[in-house]
């Protein structure tokens, strides 16, 4: 598989030979839902929590006798019909919404996404990326040269610079390899990867 090489204004201007196993690889839409699916549900923190109608701050004193009145009979306001009262199945704040997703499965899923990004033209190479100091102001003009609008950009290693360059950019994420994740690799239009991080991909997916 051949990969575009670009400069710093965006040209190509050669092709890198990529392993086919990685950036050639047919595209599996199930798998990469899942991924997807399985990456978003891990994320979640479990932290959110209901009161059931034993644990409202509502008093417990029947609000009118049983008969007679011509109203529905009514036990206590903690009741979950009425407003304020409790939930009849509250959320557990220790629930569990992790996914499990095996190794394999996640390397053919990342491999498939990268495959399906160099299909679409969405995918380049530079040979580096990196600033002497950390200017954000730098780092746009680098993107806007580029002719990107919104770019994902993985290295092999996170240079300091780069990545404090980075973090107040909008249109621009700064990642290395191993933080390379299924949502992060769909969600932008275009994907940058250094030479050395196309290598560390291979190590590491092979």
Not at 80 to 92: M, N, V, Y
Not at 144 to 171: H, P, Q, W
Not at 178 to 202: G, H, M, N, Q, Y
Request: glycine content about 6%; charged content about 25%; some cysteine.
């Amino acid at each position: 598989m051949e990969l575009k090489l670009i400069d710093d204004k965006g040209q190509v201007t050669s092709t890198l030979s990529a392993s086919d196993e990685l950036f050639g690889r047919d595209y599996n839409e199930a798998l990469v839902h899942q991924l997807v699916v399985a990456f978003q549900a891990n994320a979640r923190q479990g932290t959110r929590a209901q009161k059931g109608r034993s644990q409202v701050a509502k008093s417990t004193h029947k609000p009118w006798r049983q008969k007679g009145t011509g109203r529905a009979r009514a036990g206590m306001a903690s009741s979950p019909l009425w407003r304020g009262g409790g939930k009849i199945f509250p959320a557990s704040p220790d629930e569990n919404f992790t996914h499990k997703i095996n190794r394999k499965m996640y390397r053919a899923g990342i491999c498939s996404i990268l495959s399906q990004l160099v299909r679409e033209d969405r995918l380049s190479v530079v040979e580096s990326l990196a600033l002497d100091s950390p200017k954000t102001r730098v780092l746009a003009g680098k993107i806007k040269d580029m002719g990107f609008e919104r770019v994902l950009i993985i290295t092999d290693n996170l240079d300091d610079n780069l990545y404090l360059s980075s973090r107040n950019l909008a249109n621009a994420l700064v990642l290395n390899v191993i933080e390379a994740d299924p949502v992060s690799l769909i969600r932008f239009p275009k994907v940058v990867l250094t030479r050395d991080a196309v290598k560390k991909f291979e190590e590491v997916l092979a």
